[in-house]
């Protein structure tokens, strides 16, 4: 599995890439501290995490090599994704979508930066259906 962030991506997400952040892709299941409750819709809820490099993230047990380091995920969401993916970024829409060979996995995938937060219970997610 791979996935490339486009050289437009990079530059929307530039001020977040650093060699002491840790980069996590979080698929919206409800599981883990960035997953409040889980998607209520059909879509796929996809976010983009940068944490603290030395923080541990159990659930996100799984890697995924990009053109901007490794990418963590919750090993168990594989069928969610796709062998090779590609996050760009859409400058009409001002969004991020994750697309692969075979679609396009989610319109939209937020950036979140929980650099600053160094407990895992004081990452602070709301949803609302």
């Known amino acids: 599995m791979k996935l490339t962030v486009t050289e437009e991506a990079k530059k929307r997400i530039a001020r977040y890439l650093s060699p002491d952040k840790k980069i996590i892709l ?23 995490v940068f944490v603290n490099c030395d923080q541990k993230f159990p659930d996100f047990d799984s890697k995924i090599p990009s053109n901007i380091g490794t990418i963590y995920y919750k090993g168990y969401t594989k069928p969610q994704l796709d062998e090779e993916m590609e996050l760009r970024f859409n400058q009409h829409y001002f969004t991020m979508p994750l697309v692969s060979p075979h679609g396009t996995l989610t ?5 979140l930066d929980f650099t600053g937060v160094q407990e895992t219970n004081d990452f602070q997610l709301t949803h609302d259906c």
């Open 107 to 111: 319109e939209n995938v937020e950036v």
């Open 26 to 48: 979080d698929f919206d299941d409800g599981v883990g501290p960035f997953s409040a409750v889980g998607d209520c819709g059909l879509e796929a809820g996809y976010k983009l």
